[in-house]
T-cell receptor, first 110, second 113 residues
Framework: GQSLEQPSEVTAVEGAIVQINCTYQ??????LSWYQQHDGGAPTFLSY????GLEETGRFSSFLSRSDSYGYLLLQELQMKDSASYFC???????????FGSGTRLLVRP | EPEVTQTPSHQVTQMGQEVILRCVPI?????FYWYRQILGQKVEFLVS????????KSEIFDDQFSVERPDGSNFTLKIRSTKLEDSAMYFC???????????FGEGSRLTVL
């Protein structure tokens, strides 16, 4: 089977930096993705790592360590609109099936 | 920008009734998915579909569920006899190919009374 663990909630201040961690257990591994979901909305793609290292996309960065089965999403210069749920998702036993973690609810305070 | 569209946005049904949720994936995408999200919980994989057949399905996707691509554009999820616990948001998604970004529709909220 496949499982992912991420914190349920994180609170941070506007302008700050926050890191959301994700650990996974899978029989195989093709890549780790991050999705953002605002309340009542659809998940939207943020970032994808297939290889070890850091991927940067604007204010968002994602890191992967395959040897540690670990990744994180880094959000910089937090804005109020970043308040949302963030899901890590893994392609484990299949490159065509994405399994989501339980999500981390990020609350950005003024 | 191309998008995945889903109808209806919200459906209320009585327990035991059949429901069909419809999706139009992005036109050049080859792999289609249905996911389910119970309120406040995680996004759960139901089924993937490629080349007019199911490629993978989860334990949730039992005999009550079926998927179909009746024509070149639509992709449907049918629940034959709805149960209270089927109440959830159902998301359709599609990708171009292996490892691609998953594009989600806005979802169909199903409420079973």
């Amino acid at each position: 089977g496949q499982s992912l663990e991420q914190p349920s909630e994180v609170t941070a201040v506007e302008g700050a930096i926050v890191q959301i961690n994700c650990t996974y257990q899978t029989s195989g591994f093709y890549g780790l993705s991050w999705y953002q979901q605002h309340d009542g909305g659809a998940p939207t793609f943020l970032s994808y790592n297939a290889l070890d290292g850091l991927e940067e996309t604007g204010r968002f960065s994602s890191f992967l360590s395959r040897s540690d089965s670990y990744g994180y999403l880094l959000l910089q210069e937090l804005q109020m609109k970043d308040s949302a749920s963030y899901f890590c998702a893994v392609r484990g036993d299949s490159n065509y099936k994405l399994i989501f973690g339980s999500g981390t609810r990020l609350l950005v305070r003024p | 920008e191309p998008e995945v569209t889903q109808t209806p946005s919200h459906q209320v049904t009585q327990m035991g009734q059949e429901v069909i949720l419809r999706c139009v994936p992005i036109s050049n995408h080859l792999y289609f998915y249905w996911y389910r999200q119970i309120l406040g919980q995680k996004v759960e994989f139901l089924v993937s579909f490629y080349n007019n057949e199911i490629s993978e399905k989860s334990e949730i996707f039992d005999d009550q569920f079926s998927v179909e691509r009746p024509d070149g554009s639509n992709f449907t999820l049918k629940i034959r006899s709805t149960k209270l616990e089927d109440s959830a948001m159902y998301f359709c998604a599609s990708i171009t190919g292996a490892g691609g970004e998953l594009f989600f529709g806005e979802g169909s909220r199903l409420t079973v009374l």
